[in-house]
Each structure stands twice: as C-alpha cells, then as structure tokens.
C-alpha cells in the first residue's frame, strides 16, 4: 500500500531509522505505525535510542584533505570499545563525516553548541528583513522561528543532508550506524581548515569537487 511522507516522517523520528527502511515497514505494516515500530526492531533498526545514554569514549580522529590541500579536516568520533573503533565499517563512517565535513562547512556539531547571543542576533536581522519585506507583524514571529530552523539546518552538522543520501541527515545516518554497528556512538568535535581563509579569492562549489573526487 501507498504511505503517507508524513507517516514515514513521524516514524522515522520516533526510531531513528532511515527513510527508505521505514518507509518499506510501513508498507509491511500497511500504514500501522505501532506495527512498523515492531518491524524495525526485529530487523534491528529501531535500537540505537537504547543506546544513546551509553558511554562512549574510544573511536578514532580521522582526518580528510582535499584538493591536493587546499581544505583539511579533523573530527572525533567516539565509540564504546577499541574493538568497534578499529572495524572498516566504523572508519568508512569517521571517513564519510570528515569528507561531508569539507564539502559541507558546518560551524557546530549540534544546535545545543550555537551561543545564544549568535540566535539572537540572527533573530533580529531575520525579523527586520521580514518586516522590510511587508510582512505582517503577526505573523512576523512565527517567520522568524521558520527561518532559525534553517539557520540550523545550514550551520549545524547533525542536521544537515548528508551528501552522498541528501534524504538523510547526519543525525539519520548516525543513529542507523549505531543500530547497524550496536554501539554508542557520539560524533564529539571537529576542526575545519580552509586554505586562504578570510582572505579575498575566488569562490568554489567544494560540494562538486568533494563528490567528483569520491566517484573518481
């Protein structure tokens, strides 16, 4: 049967899973979201909220360069053992956030790390352009929290698309690798170095160069 985007949204907020996988269990489930709960969990999909409250403090550094070192990154991603940290499934994912990272240029890993001084500011340059563009006061507030949720899809890296599955965010792709893997797993910190930073030269789609060099 037909399921509603909305359905598969609200299921795949409630378990984590990707698009596709709950998609495909409402569909088993014919629309029953309960039942779809039930399917994903028996195909081991729905675990990784179980497992987020679970320490995590080993994992790796990976680090990504690009365009023979024009942009350079370094990020750490946690695990709960040095055995998981060491597979090639958990080091193609630590590979897979410092690429996204390049191309992506998030400025946070989460919301929570974005000053509140830095929203507020942002509040009020998105809420003067709104009235500048004859927007009714009334309505003016909630345009303003619309657009704020934009800031943070664009600034934040768990919430933005990732670039190889731009249906997924990186929060979506990280809680199905804690399911697939059966471990916490906490992306912590990153650093993001761009040759000529700050100075006047020309702009570049690194998202382009970025998935030209992975398809090569």
């Known amino acids: 049967m037909a399921v509603s ?8 907020e409630k378990t984590g899973a990707g698009m596709l996988d709950c998609k495909k269990a409402l569909e088993e489930a014919n629309g029953d979201i309960t039942k779809a709960i039930e ?6 999909l729905a675990a990784a909220a179980n497992k987020a409250g679970r320490v995590a403090t080993e994992g790796v550094v990976e680090s990504y360069i690009h365009g023979g070192g024009r942009i350079g990154v370094l990020v750490e991603i946690n695990c709960e053992t ?51 563009e004859g927007k009714p006061e009334k309505i003016v507030e909630k345009m303003v929290e619309g657009r704020i949720g934009k800031y943070y899809e664009e600034f934040c890296l768990l919430e933005q698309s990732f670039i190889k599955d731009p249906d997924k965010t990186i929060a979506t792709l990280l809680k199905e690798k804690i399911s697939t893997i059966g471990e916490n797993i906490s992306i912590r910190r990153f650093v993001r170095y761009e040759l000529g930073e700050g100075m006047e030269k020309k702009v570049d789609n690194f998202v382009e160069e970025v998935m030209a060099q992975v398809k090569n």
């Open 82 to 132: 040095d055995f998981v940290g060491k597979t090639d499934q958990f080091k193609e994912f630590a590979r897979d956030i410092a690429m996204h990272i390049a191309a992506s240029n998030p400025r946070y890993v989460a919301r929570e790390e974005v000053p509140a001084e830095e929203i507020e500011k942002e509040k009020e340059i998105l809420k003067a352009q709104a009235l500048n």
């Open 5 to 12: 985007a909305s359905a598969v949204k609200e299921l795949r």
């Open 39 to 44: 399917v994903l969990r028996e195909k081991g």
